[in-house]
């Protein structure tokens, strides 16, 4: 179980607490909002400049650093093999669900605090407008790289009837009827929608399991499940639910962002047309 109310936060002390709120829209409000309040003890971890690396010609629109490189940076905030990680973002999910899942691609467990900032502020917990420095902390357990799908990995699954590759983008942009960040608006031959936000519900609060489960049914029958999005965001949300509920994934970080950046790689636009780039 990875995703815990902000009561399995009562009475924990030697724990490692990180902020990821971040707007793609605004990428220094996330900081500017952990300077002005934050949950006391809290350390801020920041998409752009500490998770993303360089875009280049593939990747994506959000390519991950170097593992090395974001394991020596959660080390410095104090991440350790033997604290317990709480994570909490805005409240809707996505920036938690990214940070989630590189923790685990290092080889670290934590926990998704649901509701965000705001619910644990709502539950009492202590706020602070200071940083503390952390005590640096050592992760020595292996990279979990069996996570991480690629490209090569959704050009399998278009082949073989055992992969599900999951796209968790909205049904406009999956169906190809609209596309606000990528080039070209479509999904890669075979995949599958579930949308990201359907497992959720209407004030942003994960749904129950018996829905939820109801929901990933389809994907019973596949196995091999990769989740994949735009650029890896989202899909990290199906991906961390899907873990949730004790079901094992993978994720395509680059997502279709990197797929479409390969000539003569297919894909799907409106109408169901099949379309070589």
Known sequence: MYIVKPEALKGKVDVVILDCRFDMDDPQKGRKLYQMCHIEGAQYVDLDEDLVGEISEHGGRHPLRDLAEIRRTLEALGVDDKKEVYIYDSGEMPMAAVLWYVLQLVGKNAYVVEGGFDALMQAGFALSDCAQAPLAGELKAPDRLALRADVNDALRSIEDDCVALVDARGPNRYLGLEEPKDKIAGHIPGALNIFWQDLLTADG????????????????????????????????????????????????????????SYRGNKIIVKGGKELVL
């Open 205 to 260: 609060r994960l749904k129950g399991e018996a829905e939820l489960l109801s929901i990933f049914a389809p994907l019973d029958a596949y196995d091999e499940v990769i989740f994949q999005c735009g650029s890896g965001i989202t899909g990290a949300v199906n991906l961390l639910v899907y873990a949730h509920l004790g079901k094992s994934a993978r994720l395509y970080s680059g997502s279709y962002s990197d797929y479409i």
